[in-house]
Each structure stands twice: as structure tokens, then as C-alpha cells.
């Protein structure tokens, strides 16, 4: 079973910026879609960003054009860009599969305040 370990949130002033990393414990490469997921306070988890295998990227209208997803299939790894930040971006982020198959990790958590 792949562990997921996300990092790189923390705390920001709207128009900030953050790069968010997620390693996996063993290969992604045969996993066709990897994403990122949020949760804020008192909603629920959804998803925000994909990147398929090849390389292609599906984002939701919120992040579209701010945020950039990419994975390093070398290096188990899924990053996810967050530039010009806005306060309701605050959340705990997760990654997981395309659908999502893989137990959550503990997430990480980014705060949009001045």
C-alpha cells in the first residue's frame, strides 16, 4: 500500500505564493492520474487539481490559471504551485489518486491571512 506524505504549506499574505510537495512511499509511475485535494474548515474535502501520466493537467474554475500541478514520476513526487493566493484558499491539502484508491495522509495545512 503507497503511504503519502504531503509538505510545503504554512503561512502566507494573500498574493502570496507556496509549492506544495506529496512523496509517495513506493512508485507512482503506474498510476495514470494523481491530484491534489483541499479541506477548509467546516466543508468538505474536494478536489482541486489532476495531472495525468503523460503529463496533462485538469483544474477546478477556483484554482484555475493560479495554481500548477506537476508530478516527478522519478521521484514519487506530486507538486502542486499556488501563486496569488487568496484567503479562501486556506485549507488543509491532500494528494491521492484519480479517483482516490490510496489511504489519506495527514495532509498539509496552508493559511491565506494578512
Known amino acids: 500500500q503507497v503511504q503519502l506524505v504531503e509538505s510545503g504549506g504554512g503561512l502566507v499574505q494573500p498574493g502570496g505564493s507556496l509549492r506544495l510537495s506529496c512523496a509517495a512511499s513506493?512508485?507512482?509511475?503506474?498510476?495514470?492520474?494523481m491530484g491534489w485535494y483541499r479541506q477548509a474548515p467546516g466543508k468538505q474535502r474536494e478536489f482541486i487539481a489532476a495531472v495525468v501520466r503523460g503529463g496533462i493537467t485538469n483544474y477546478v474554475d477556483s484554482v484555475k490559471g493560479r495554481f500548477t500541478i506537476s508530478r516527478d514520476n522519478a521521484k514519487n513526487t506530486v507538486y502542486l504551485q499556488m501563486n496569488s493566493l487568496k484567503p479562501e484558499d486556506t485549507a488543509v491539502y491532500y494528494c491521492?489518486?484519480?479517483?482516490?484508491?490510496?489511504?489519506w495522509g495527514q495532509g498539509t495545512q496552508v493559511t491565506v491571512s494578512s
Open positions: 491521492n489518486s484519480v479517483p482516490y484508491k490510496i489511504s
Open positions: 513506493r512508485s507512482i509511475s503506474n498510476i495514470n492520474v
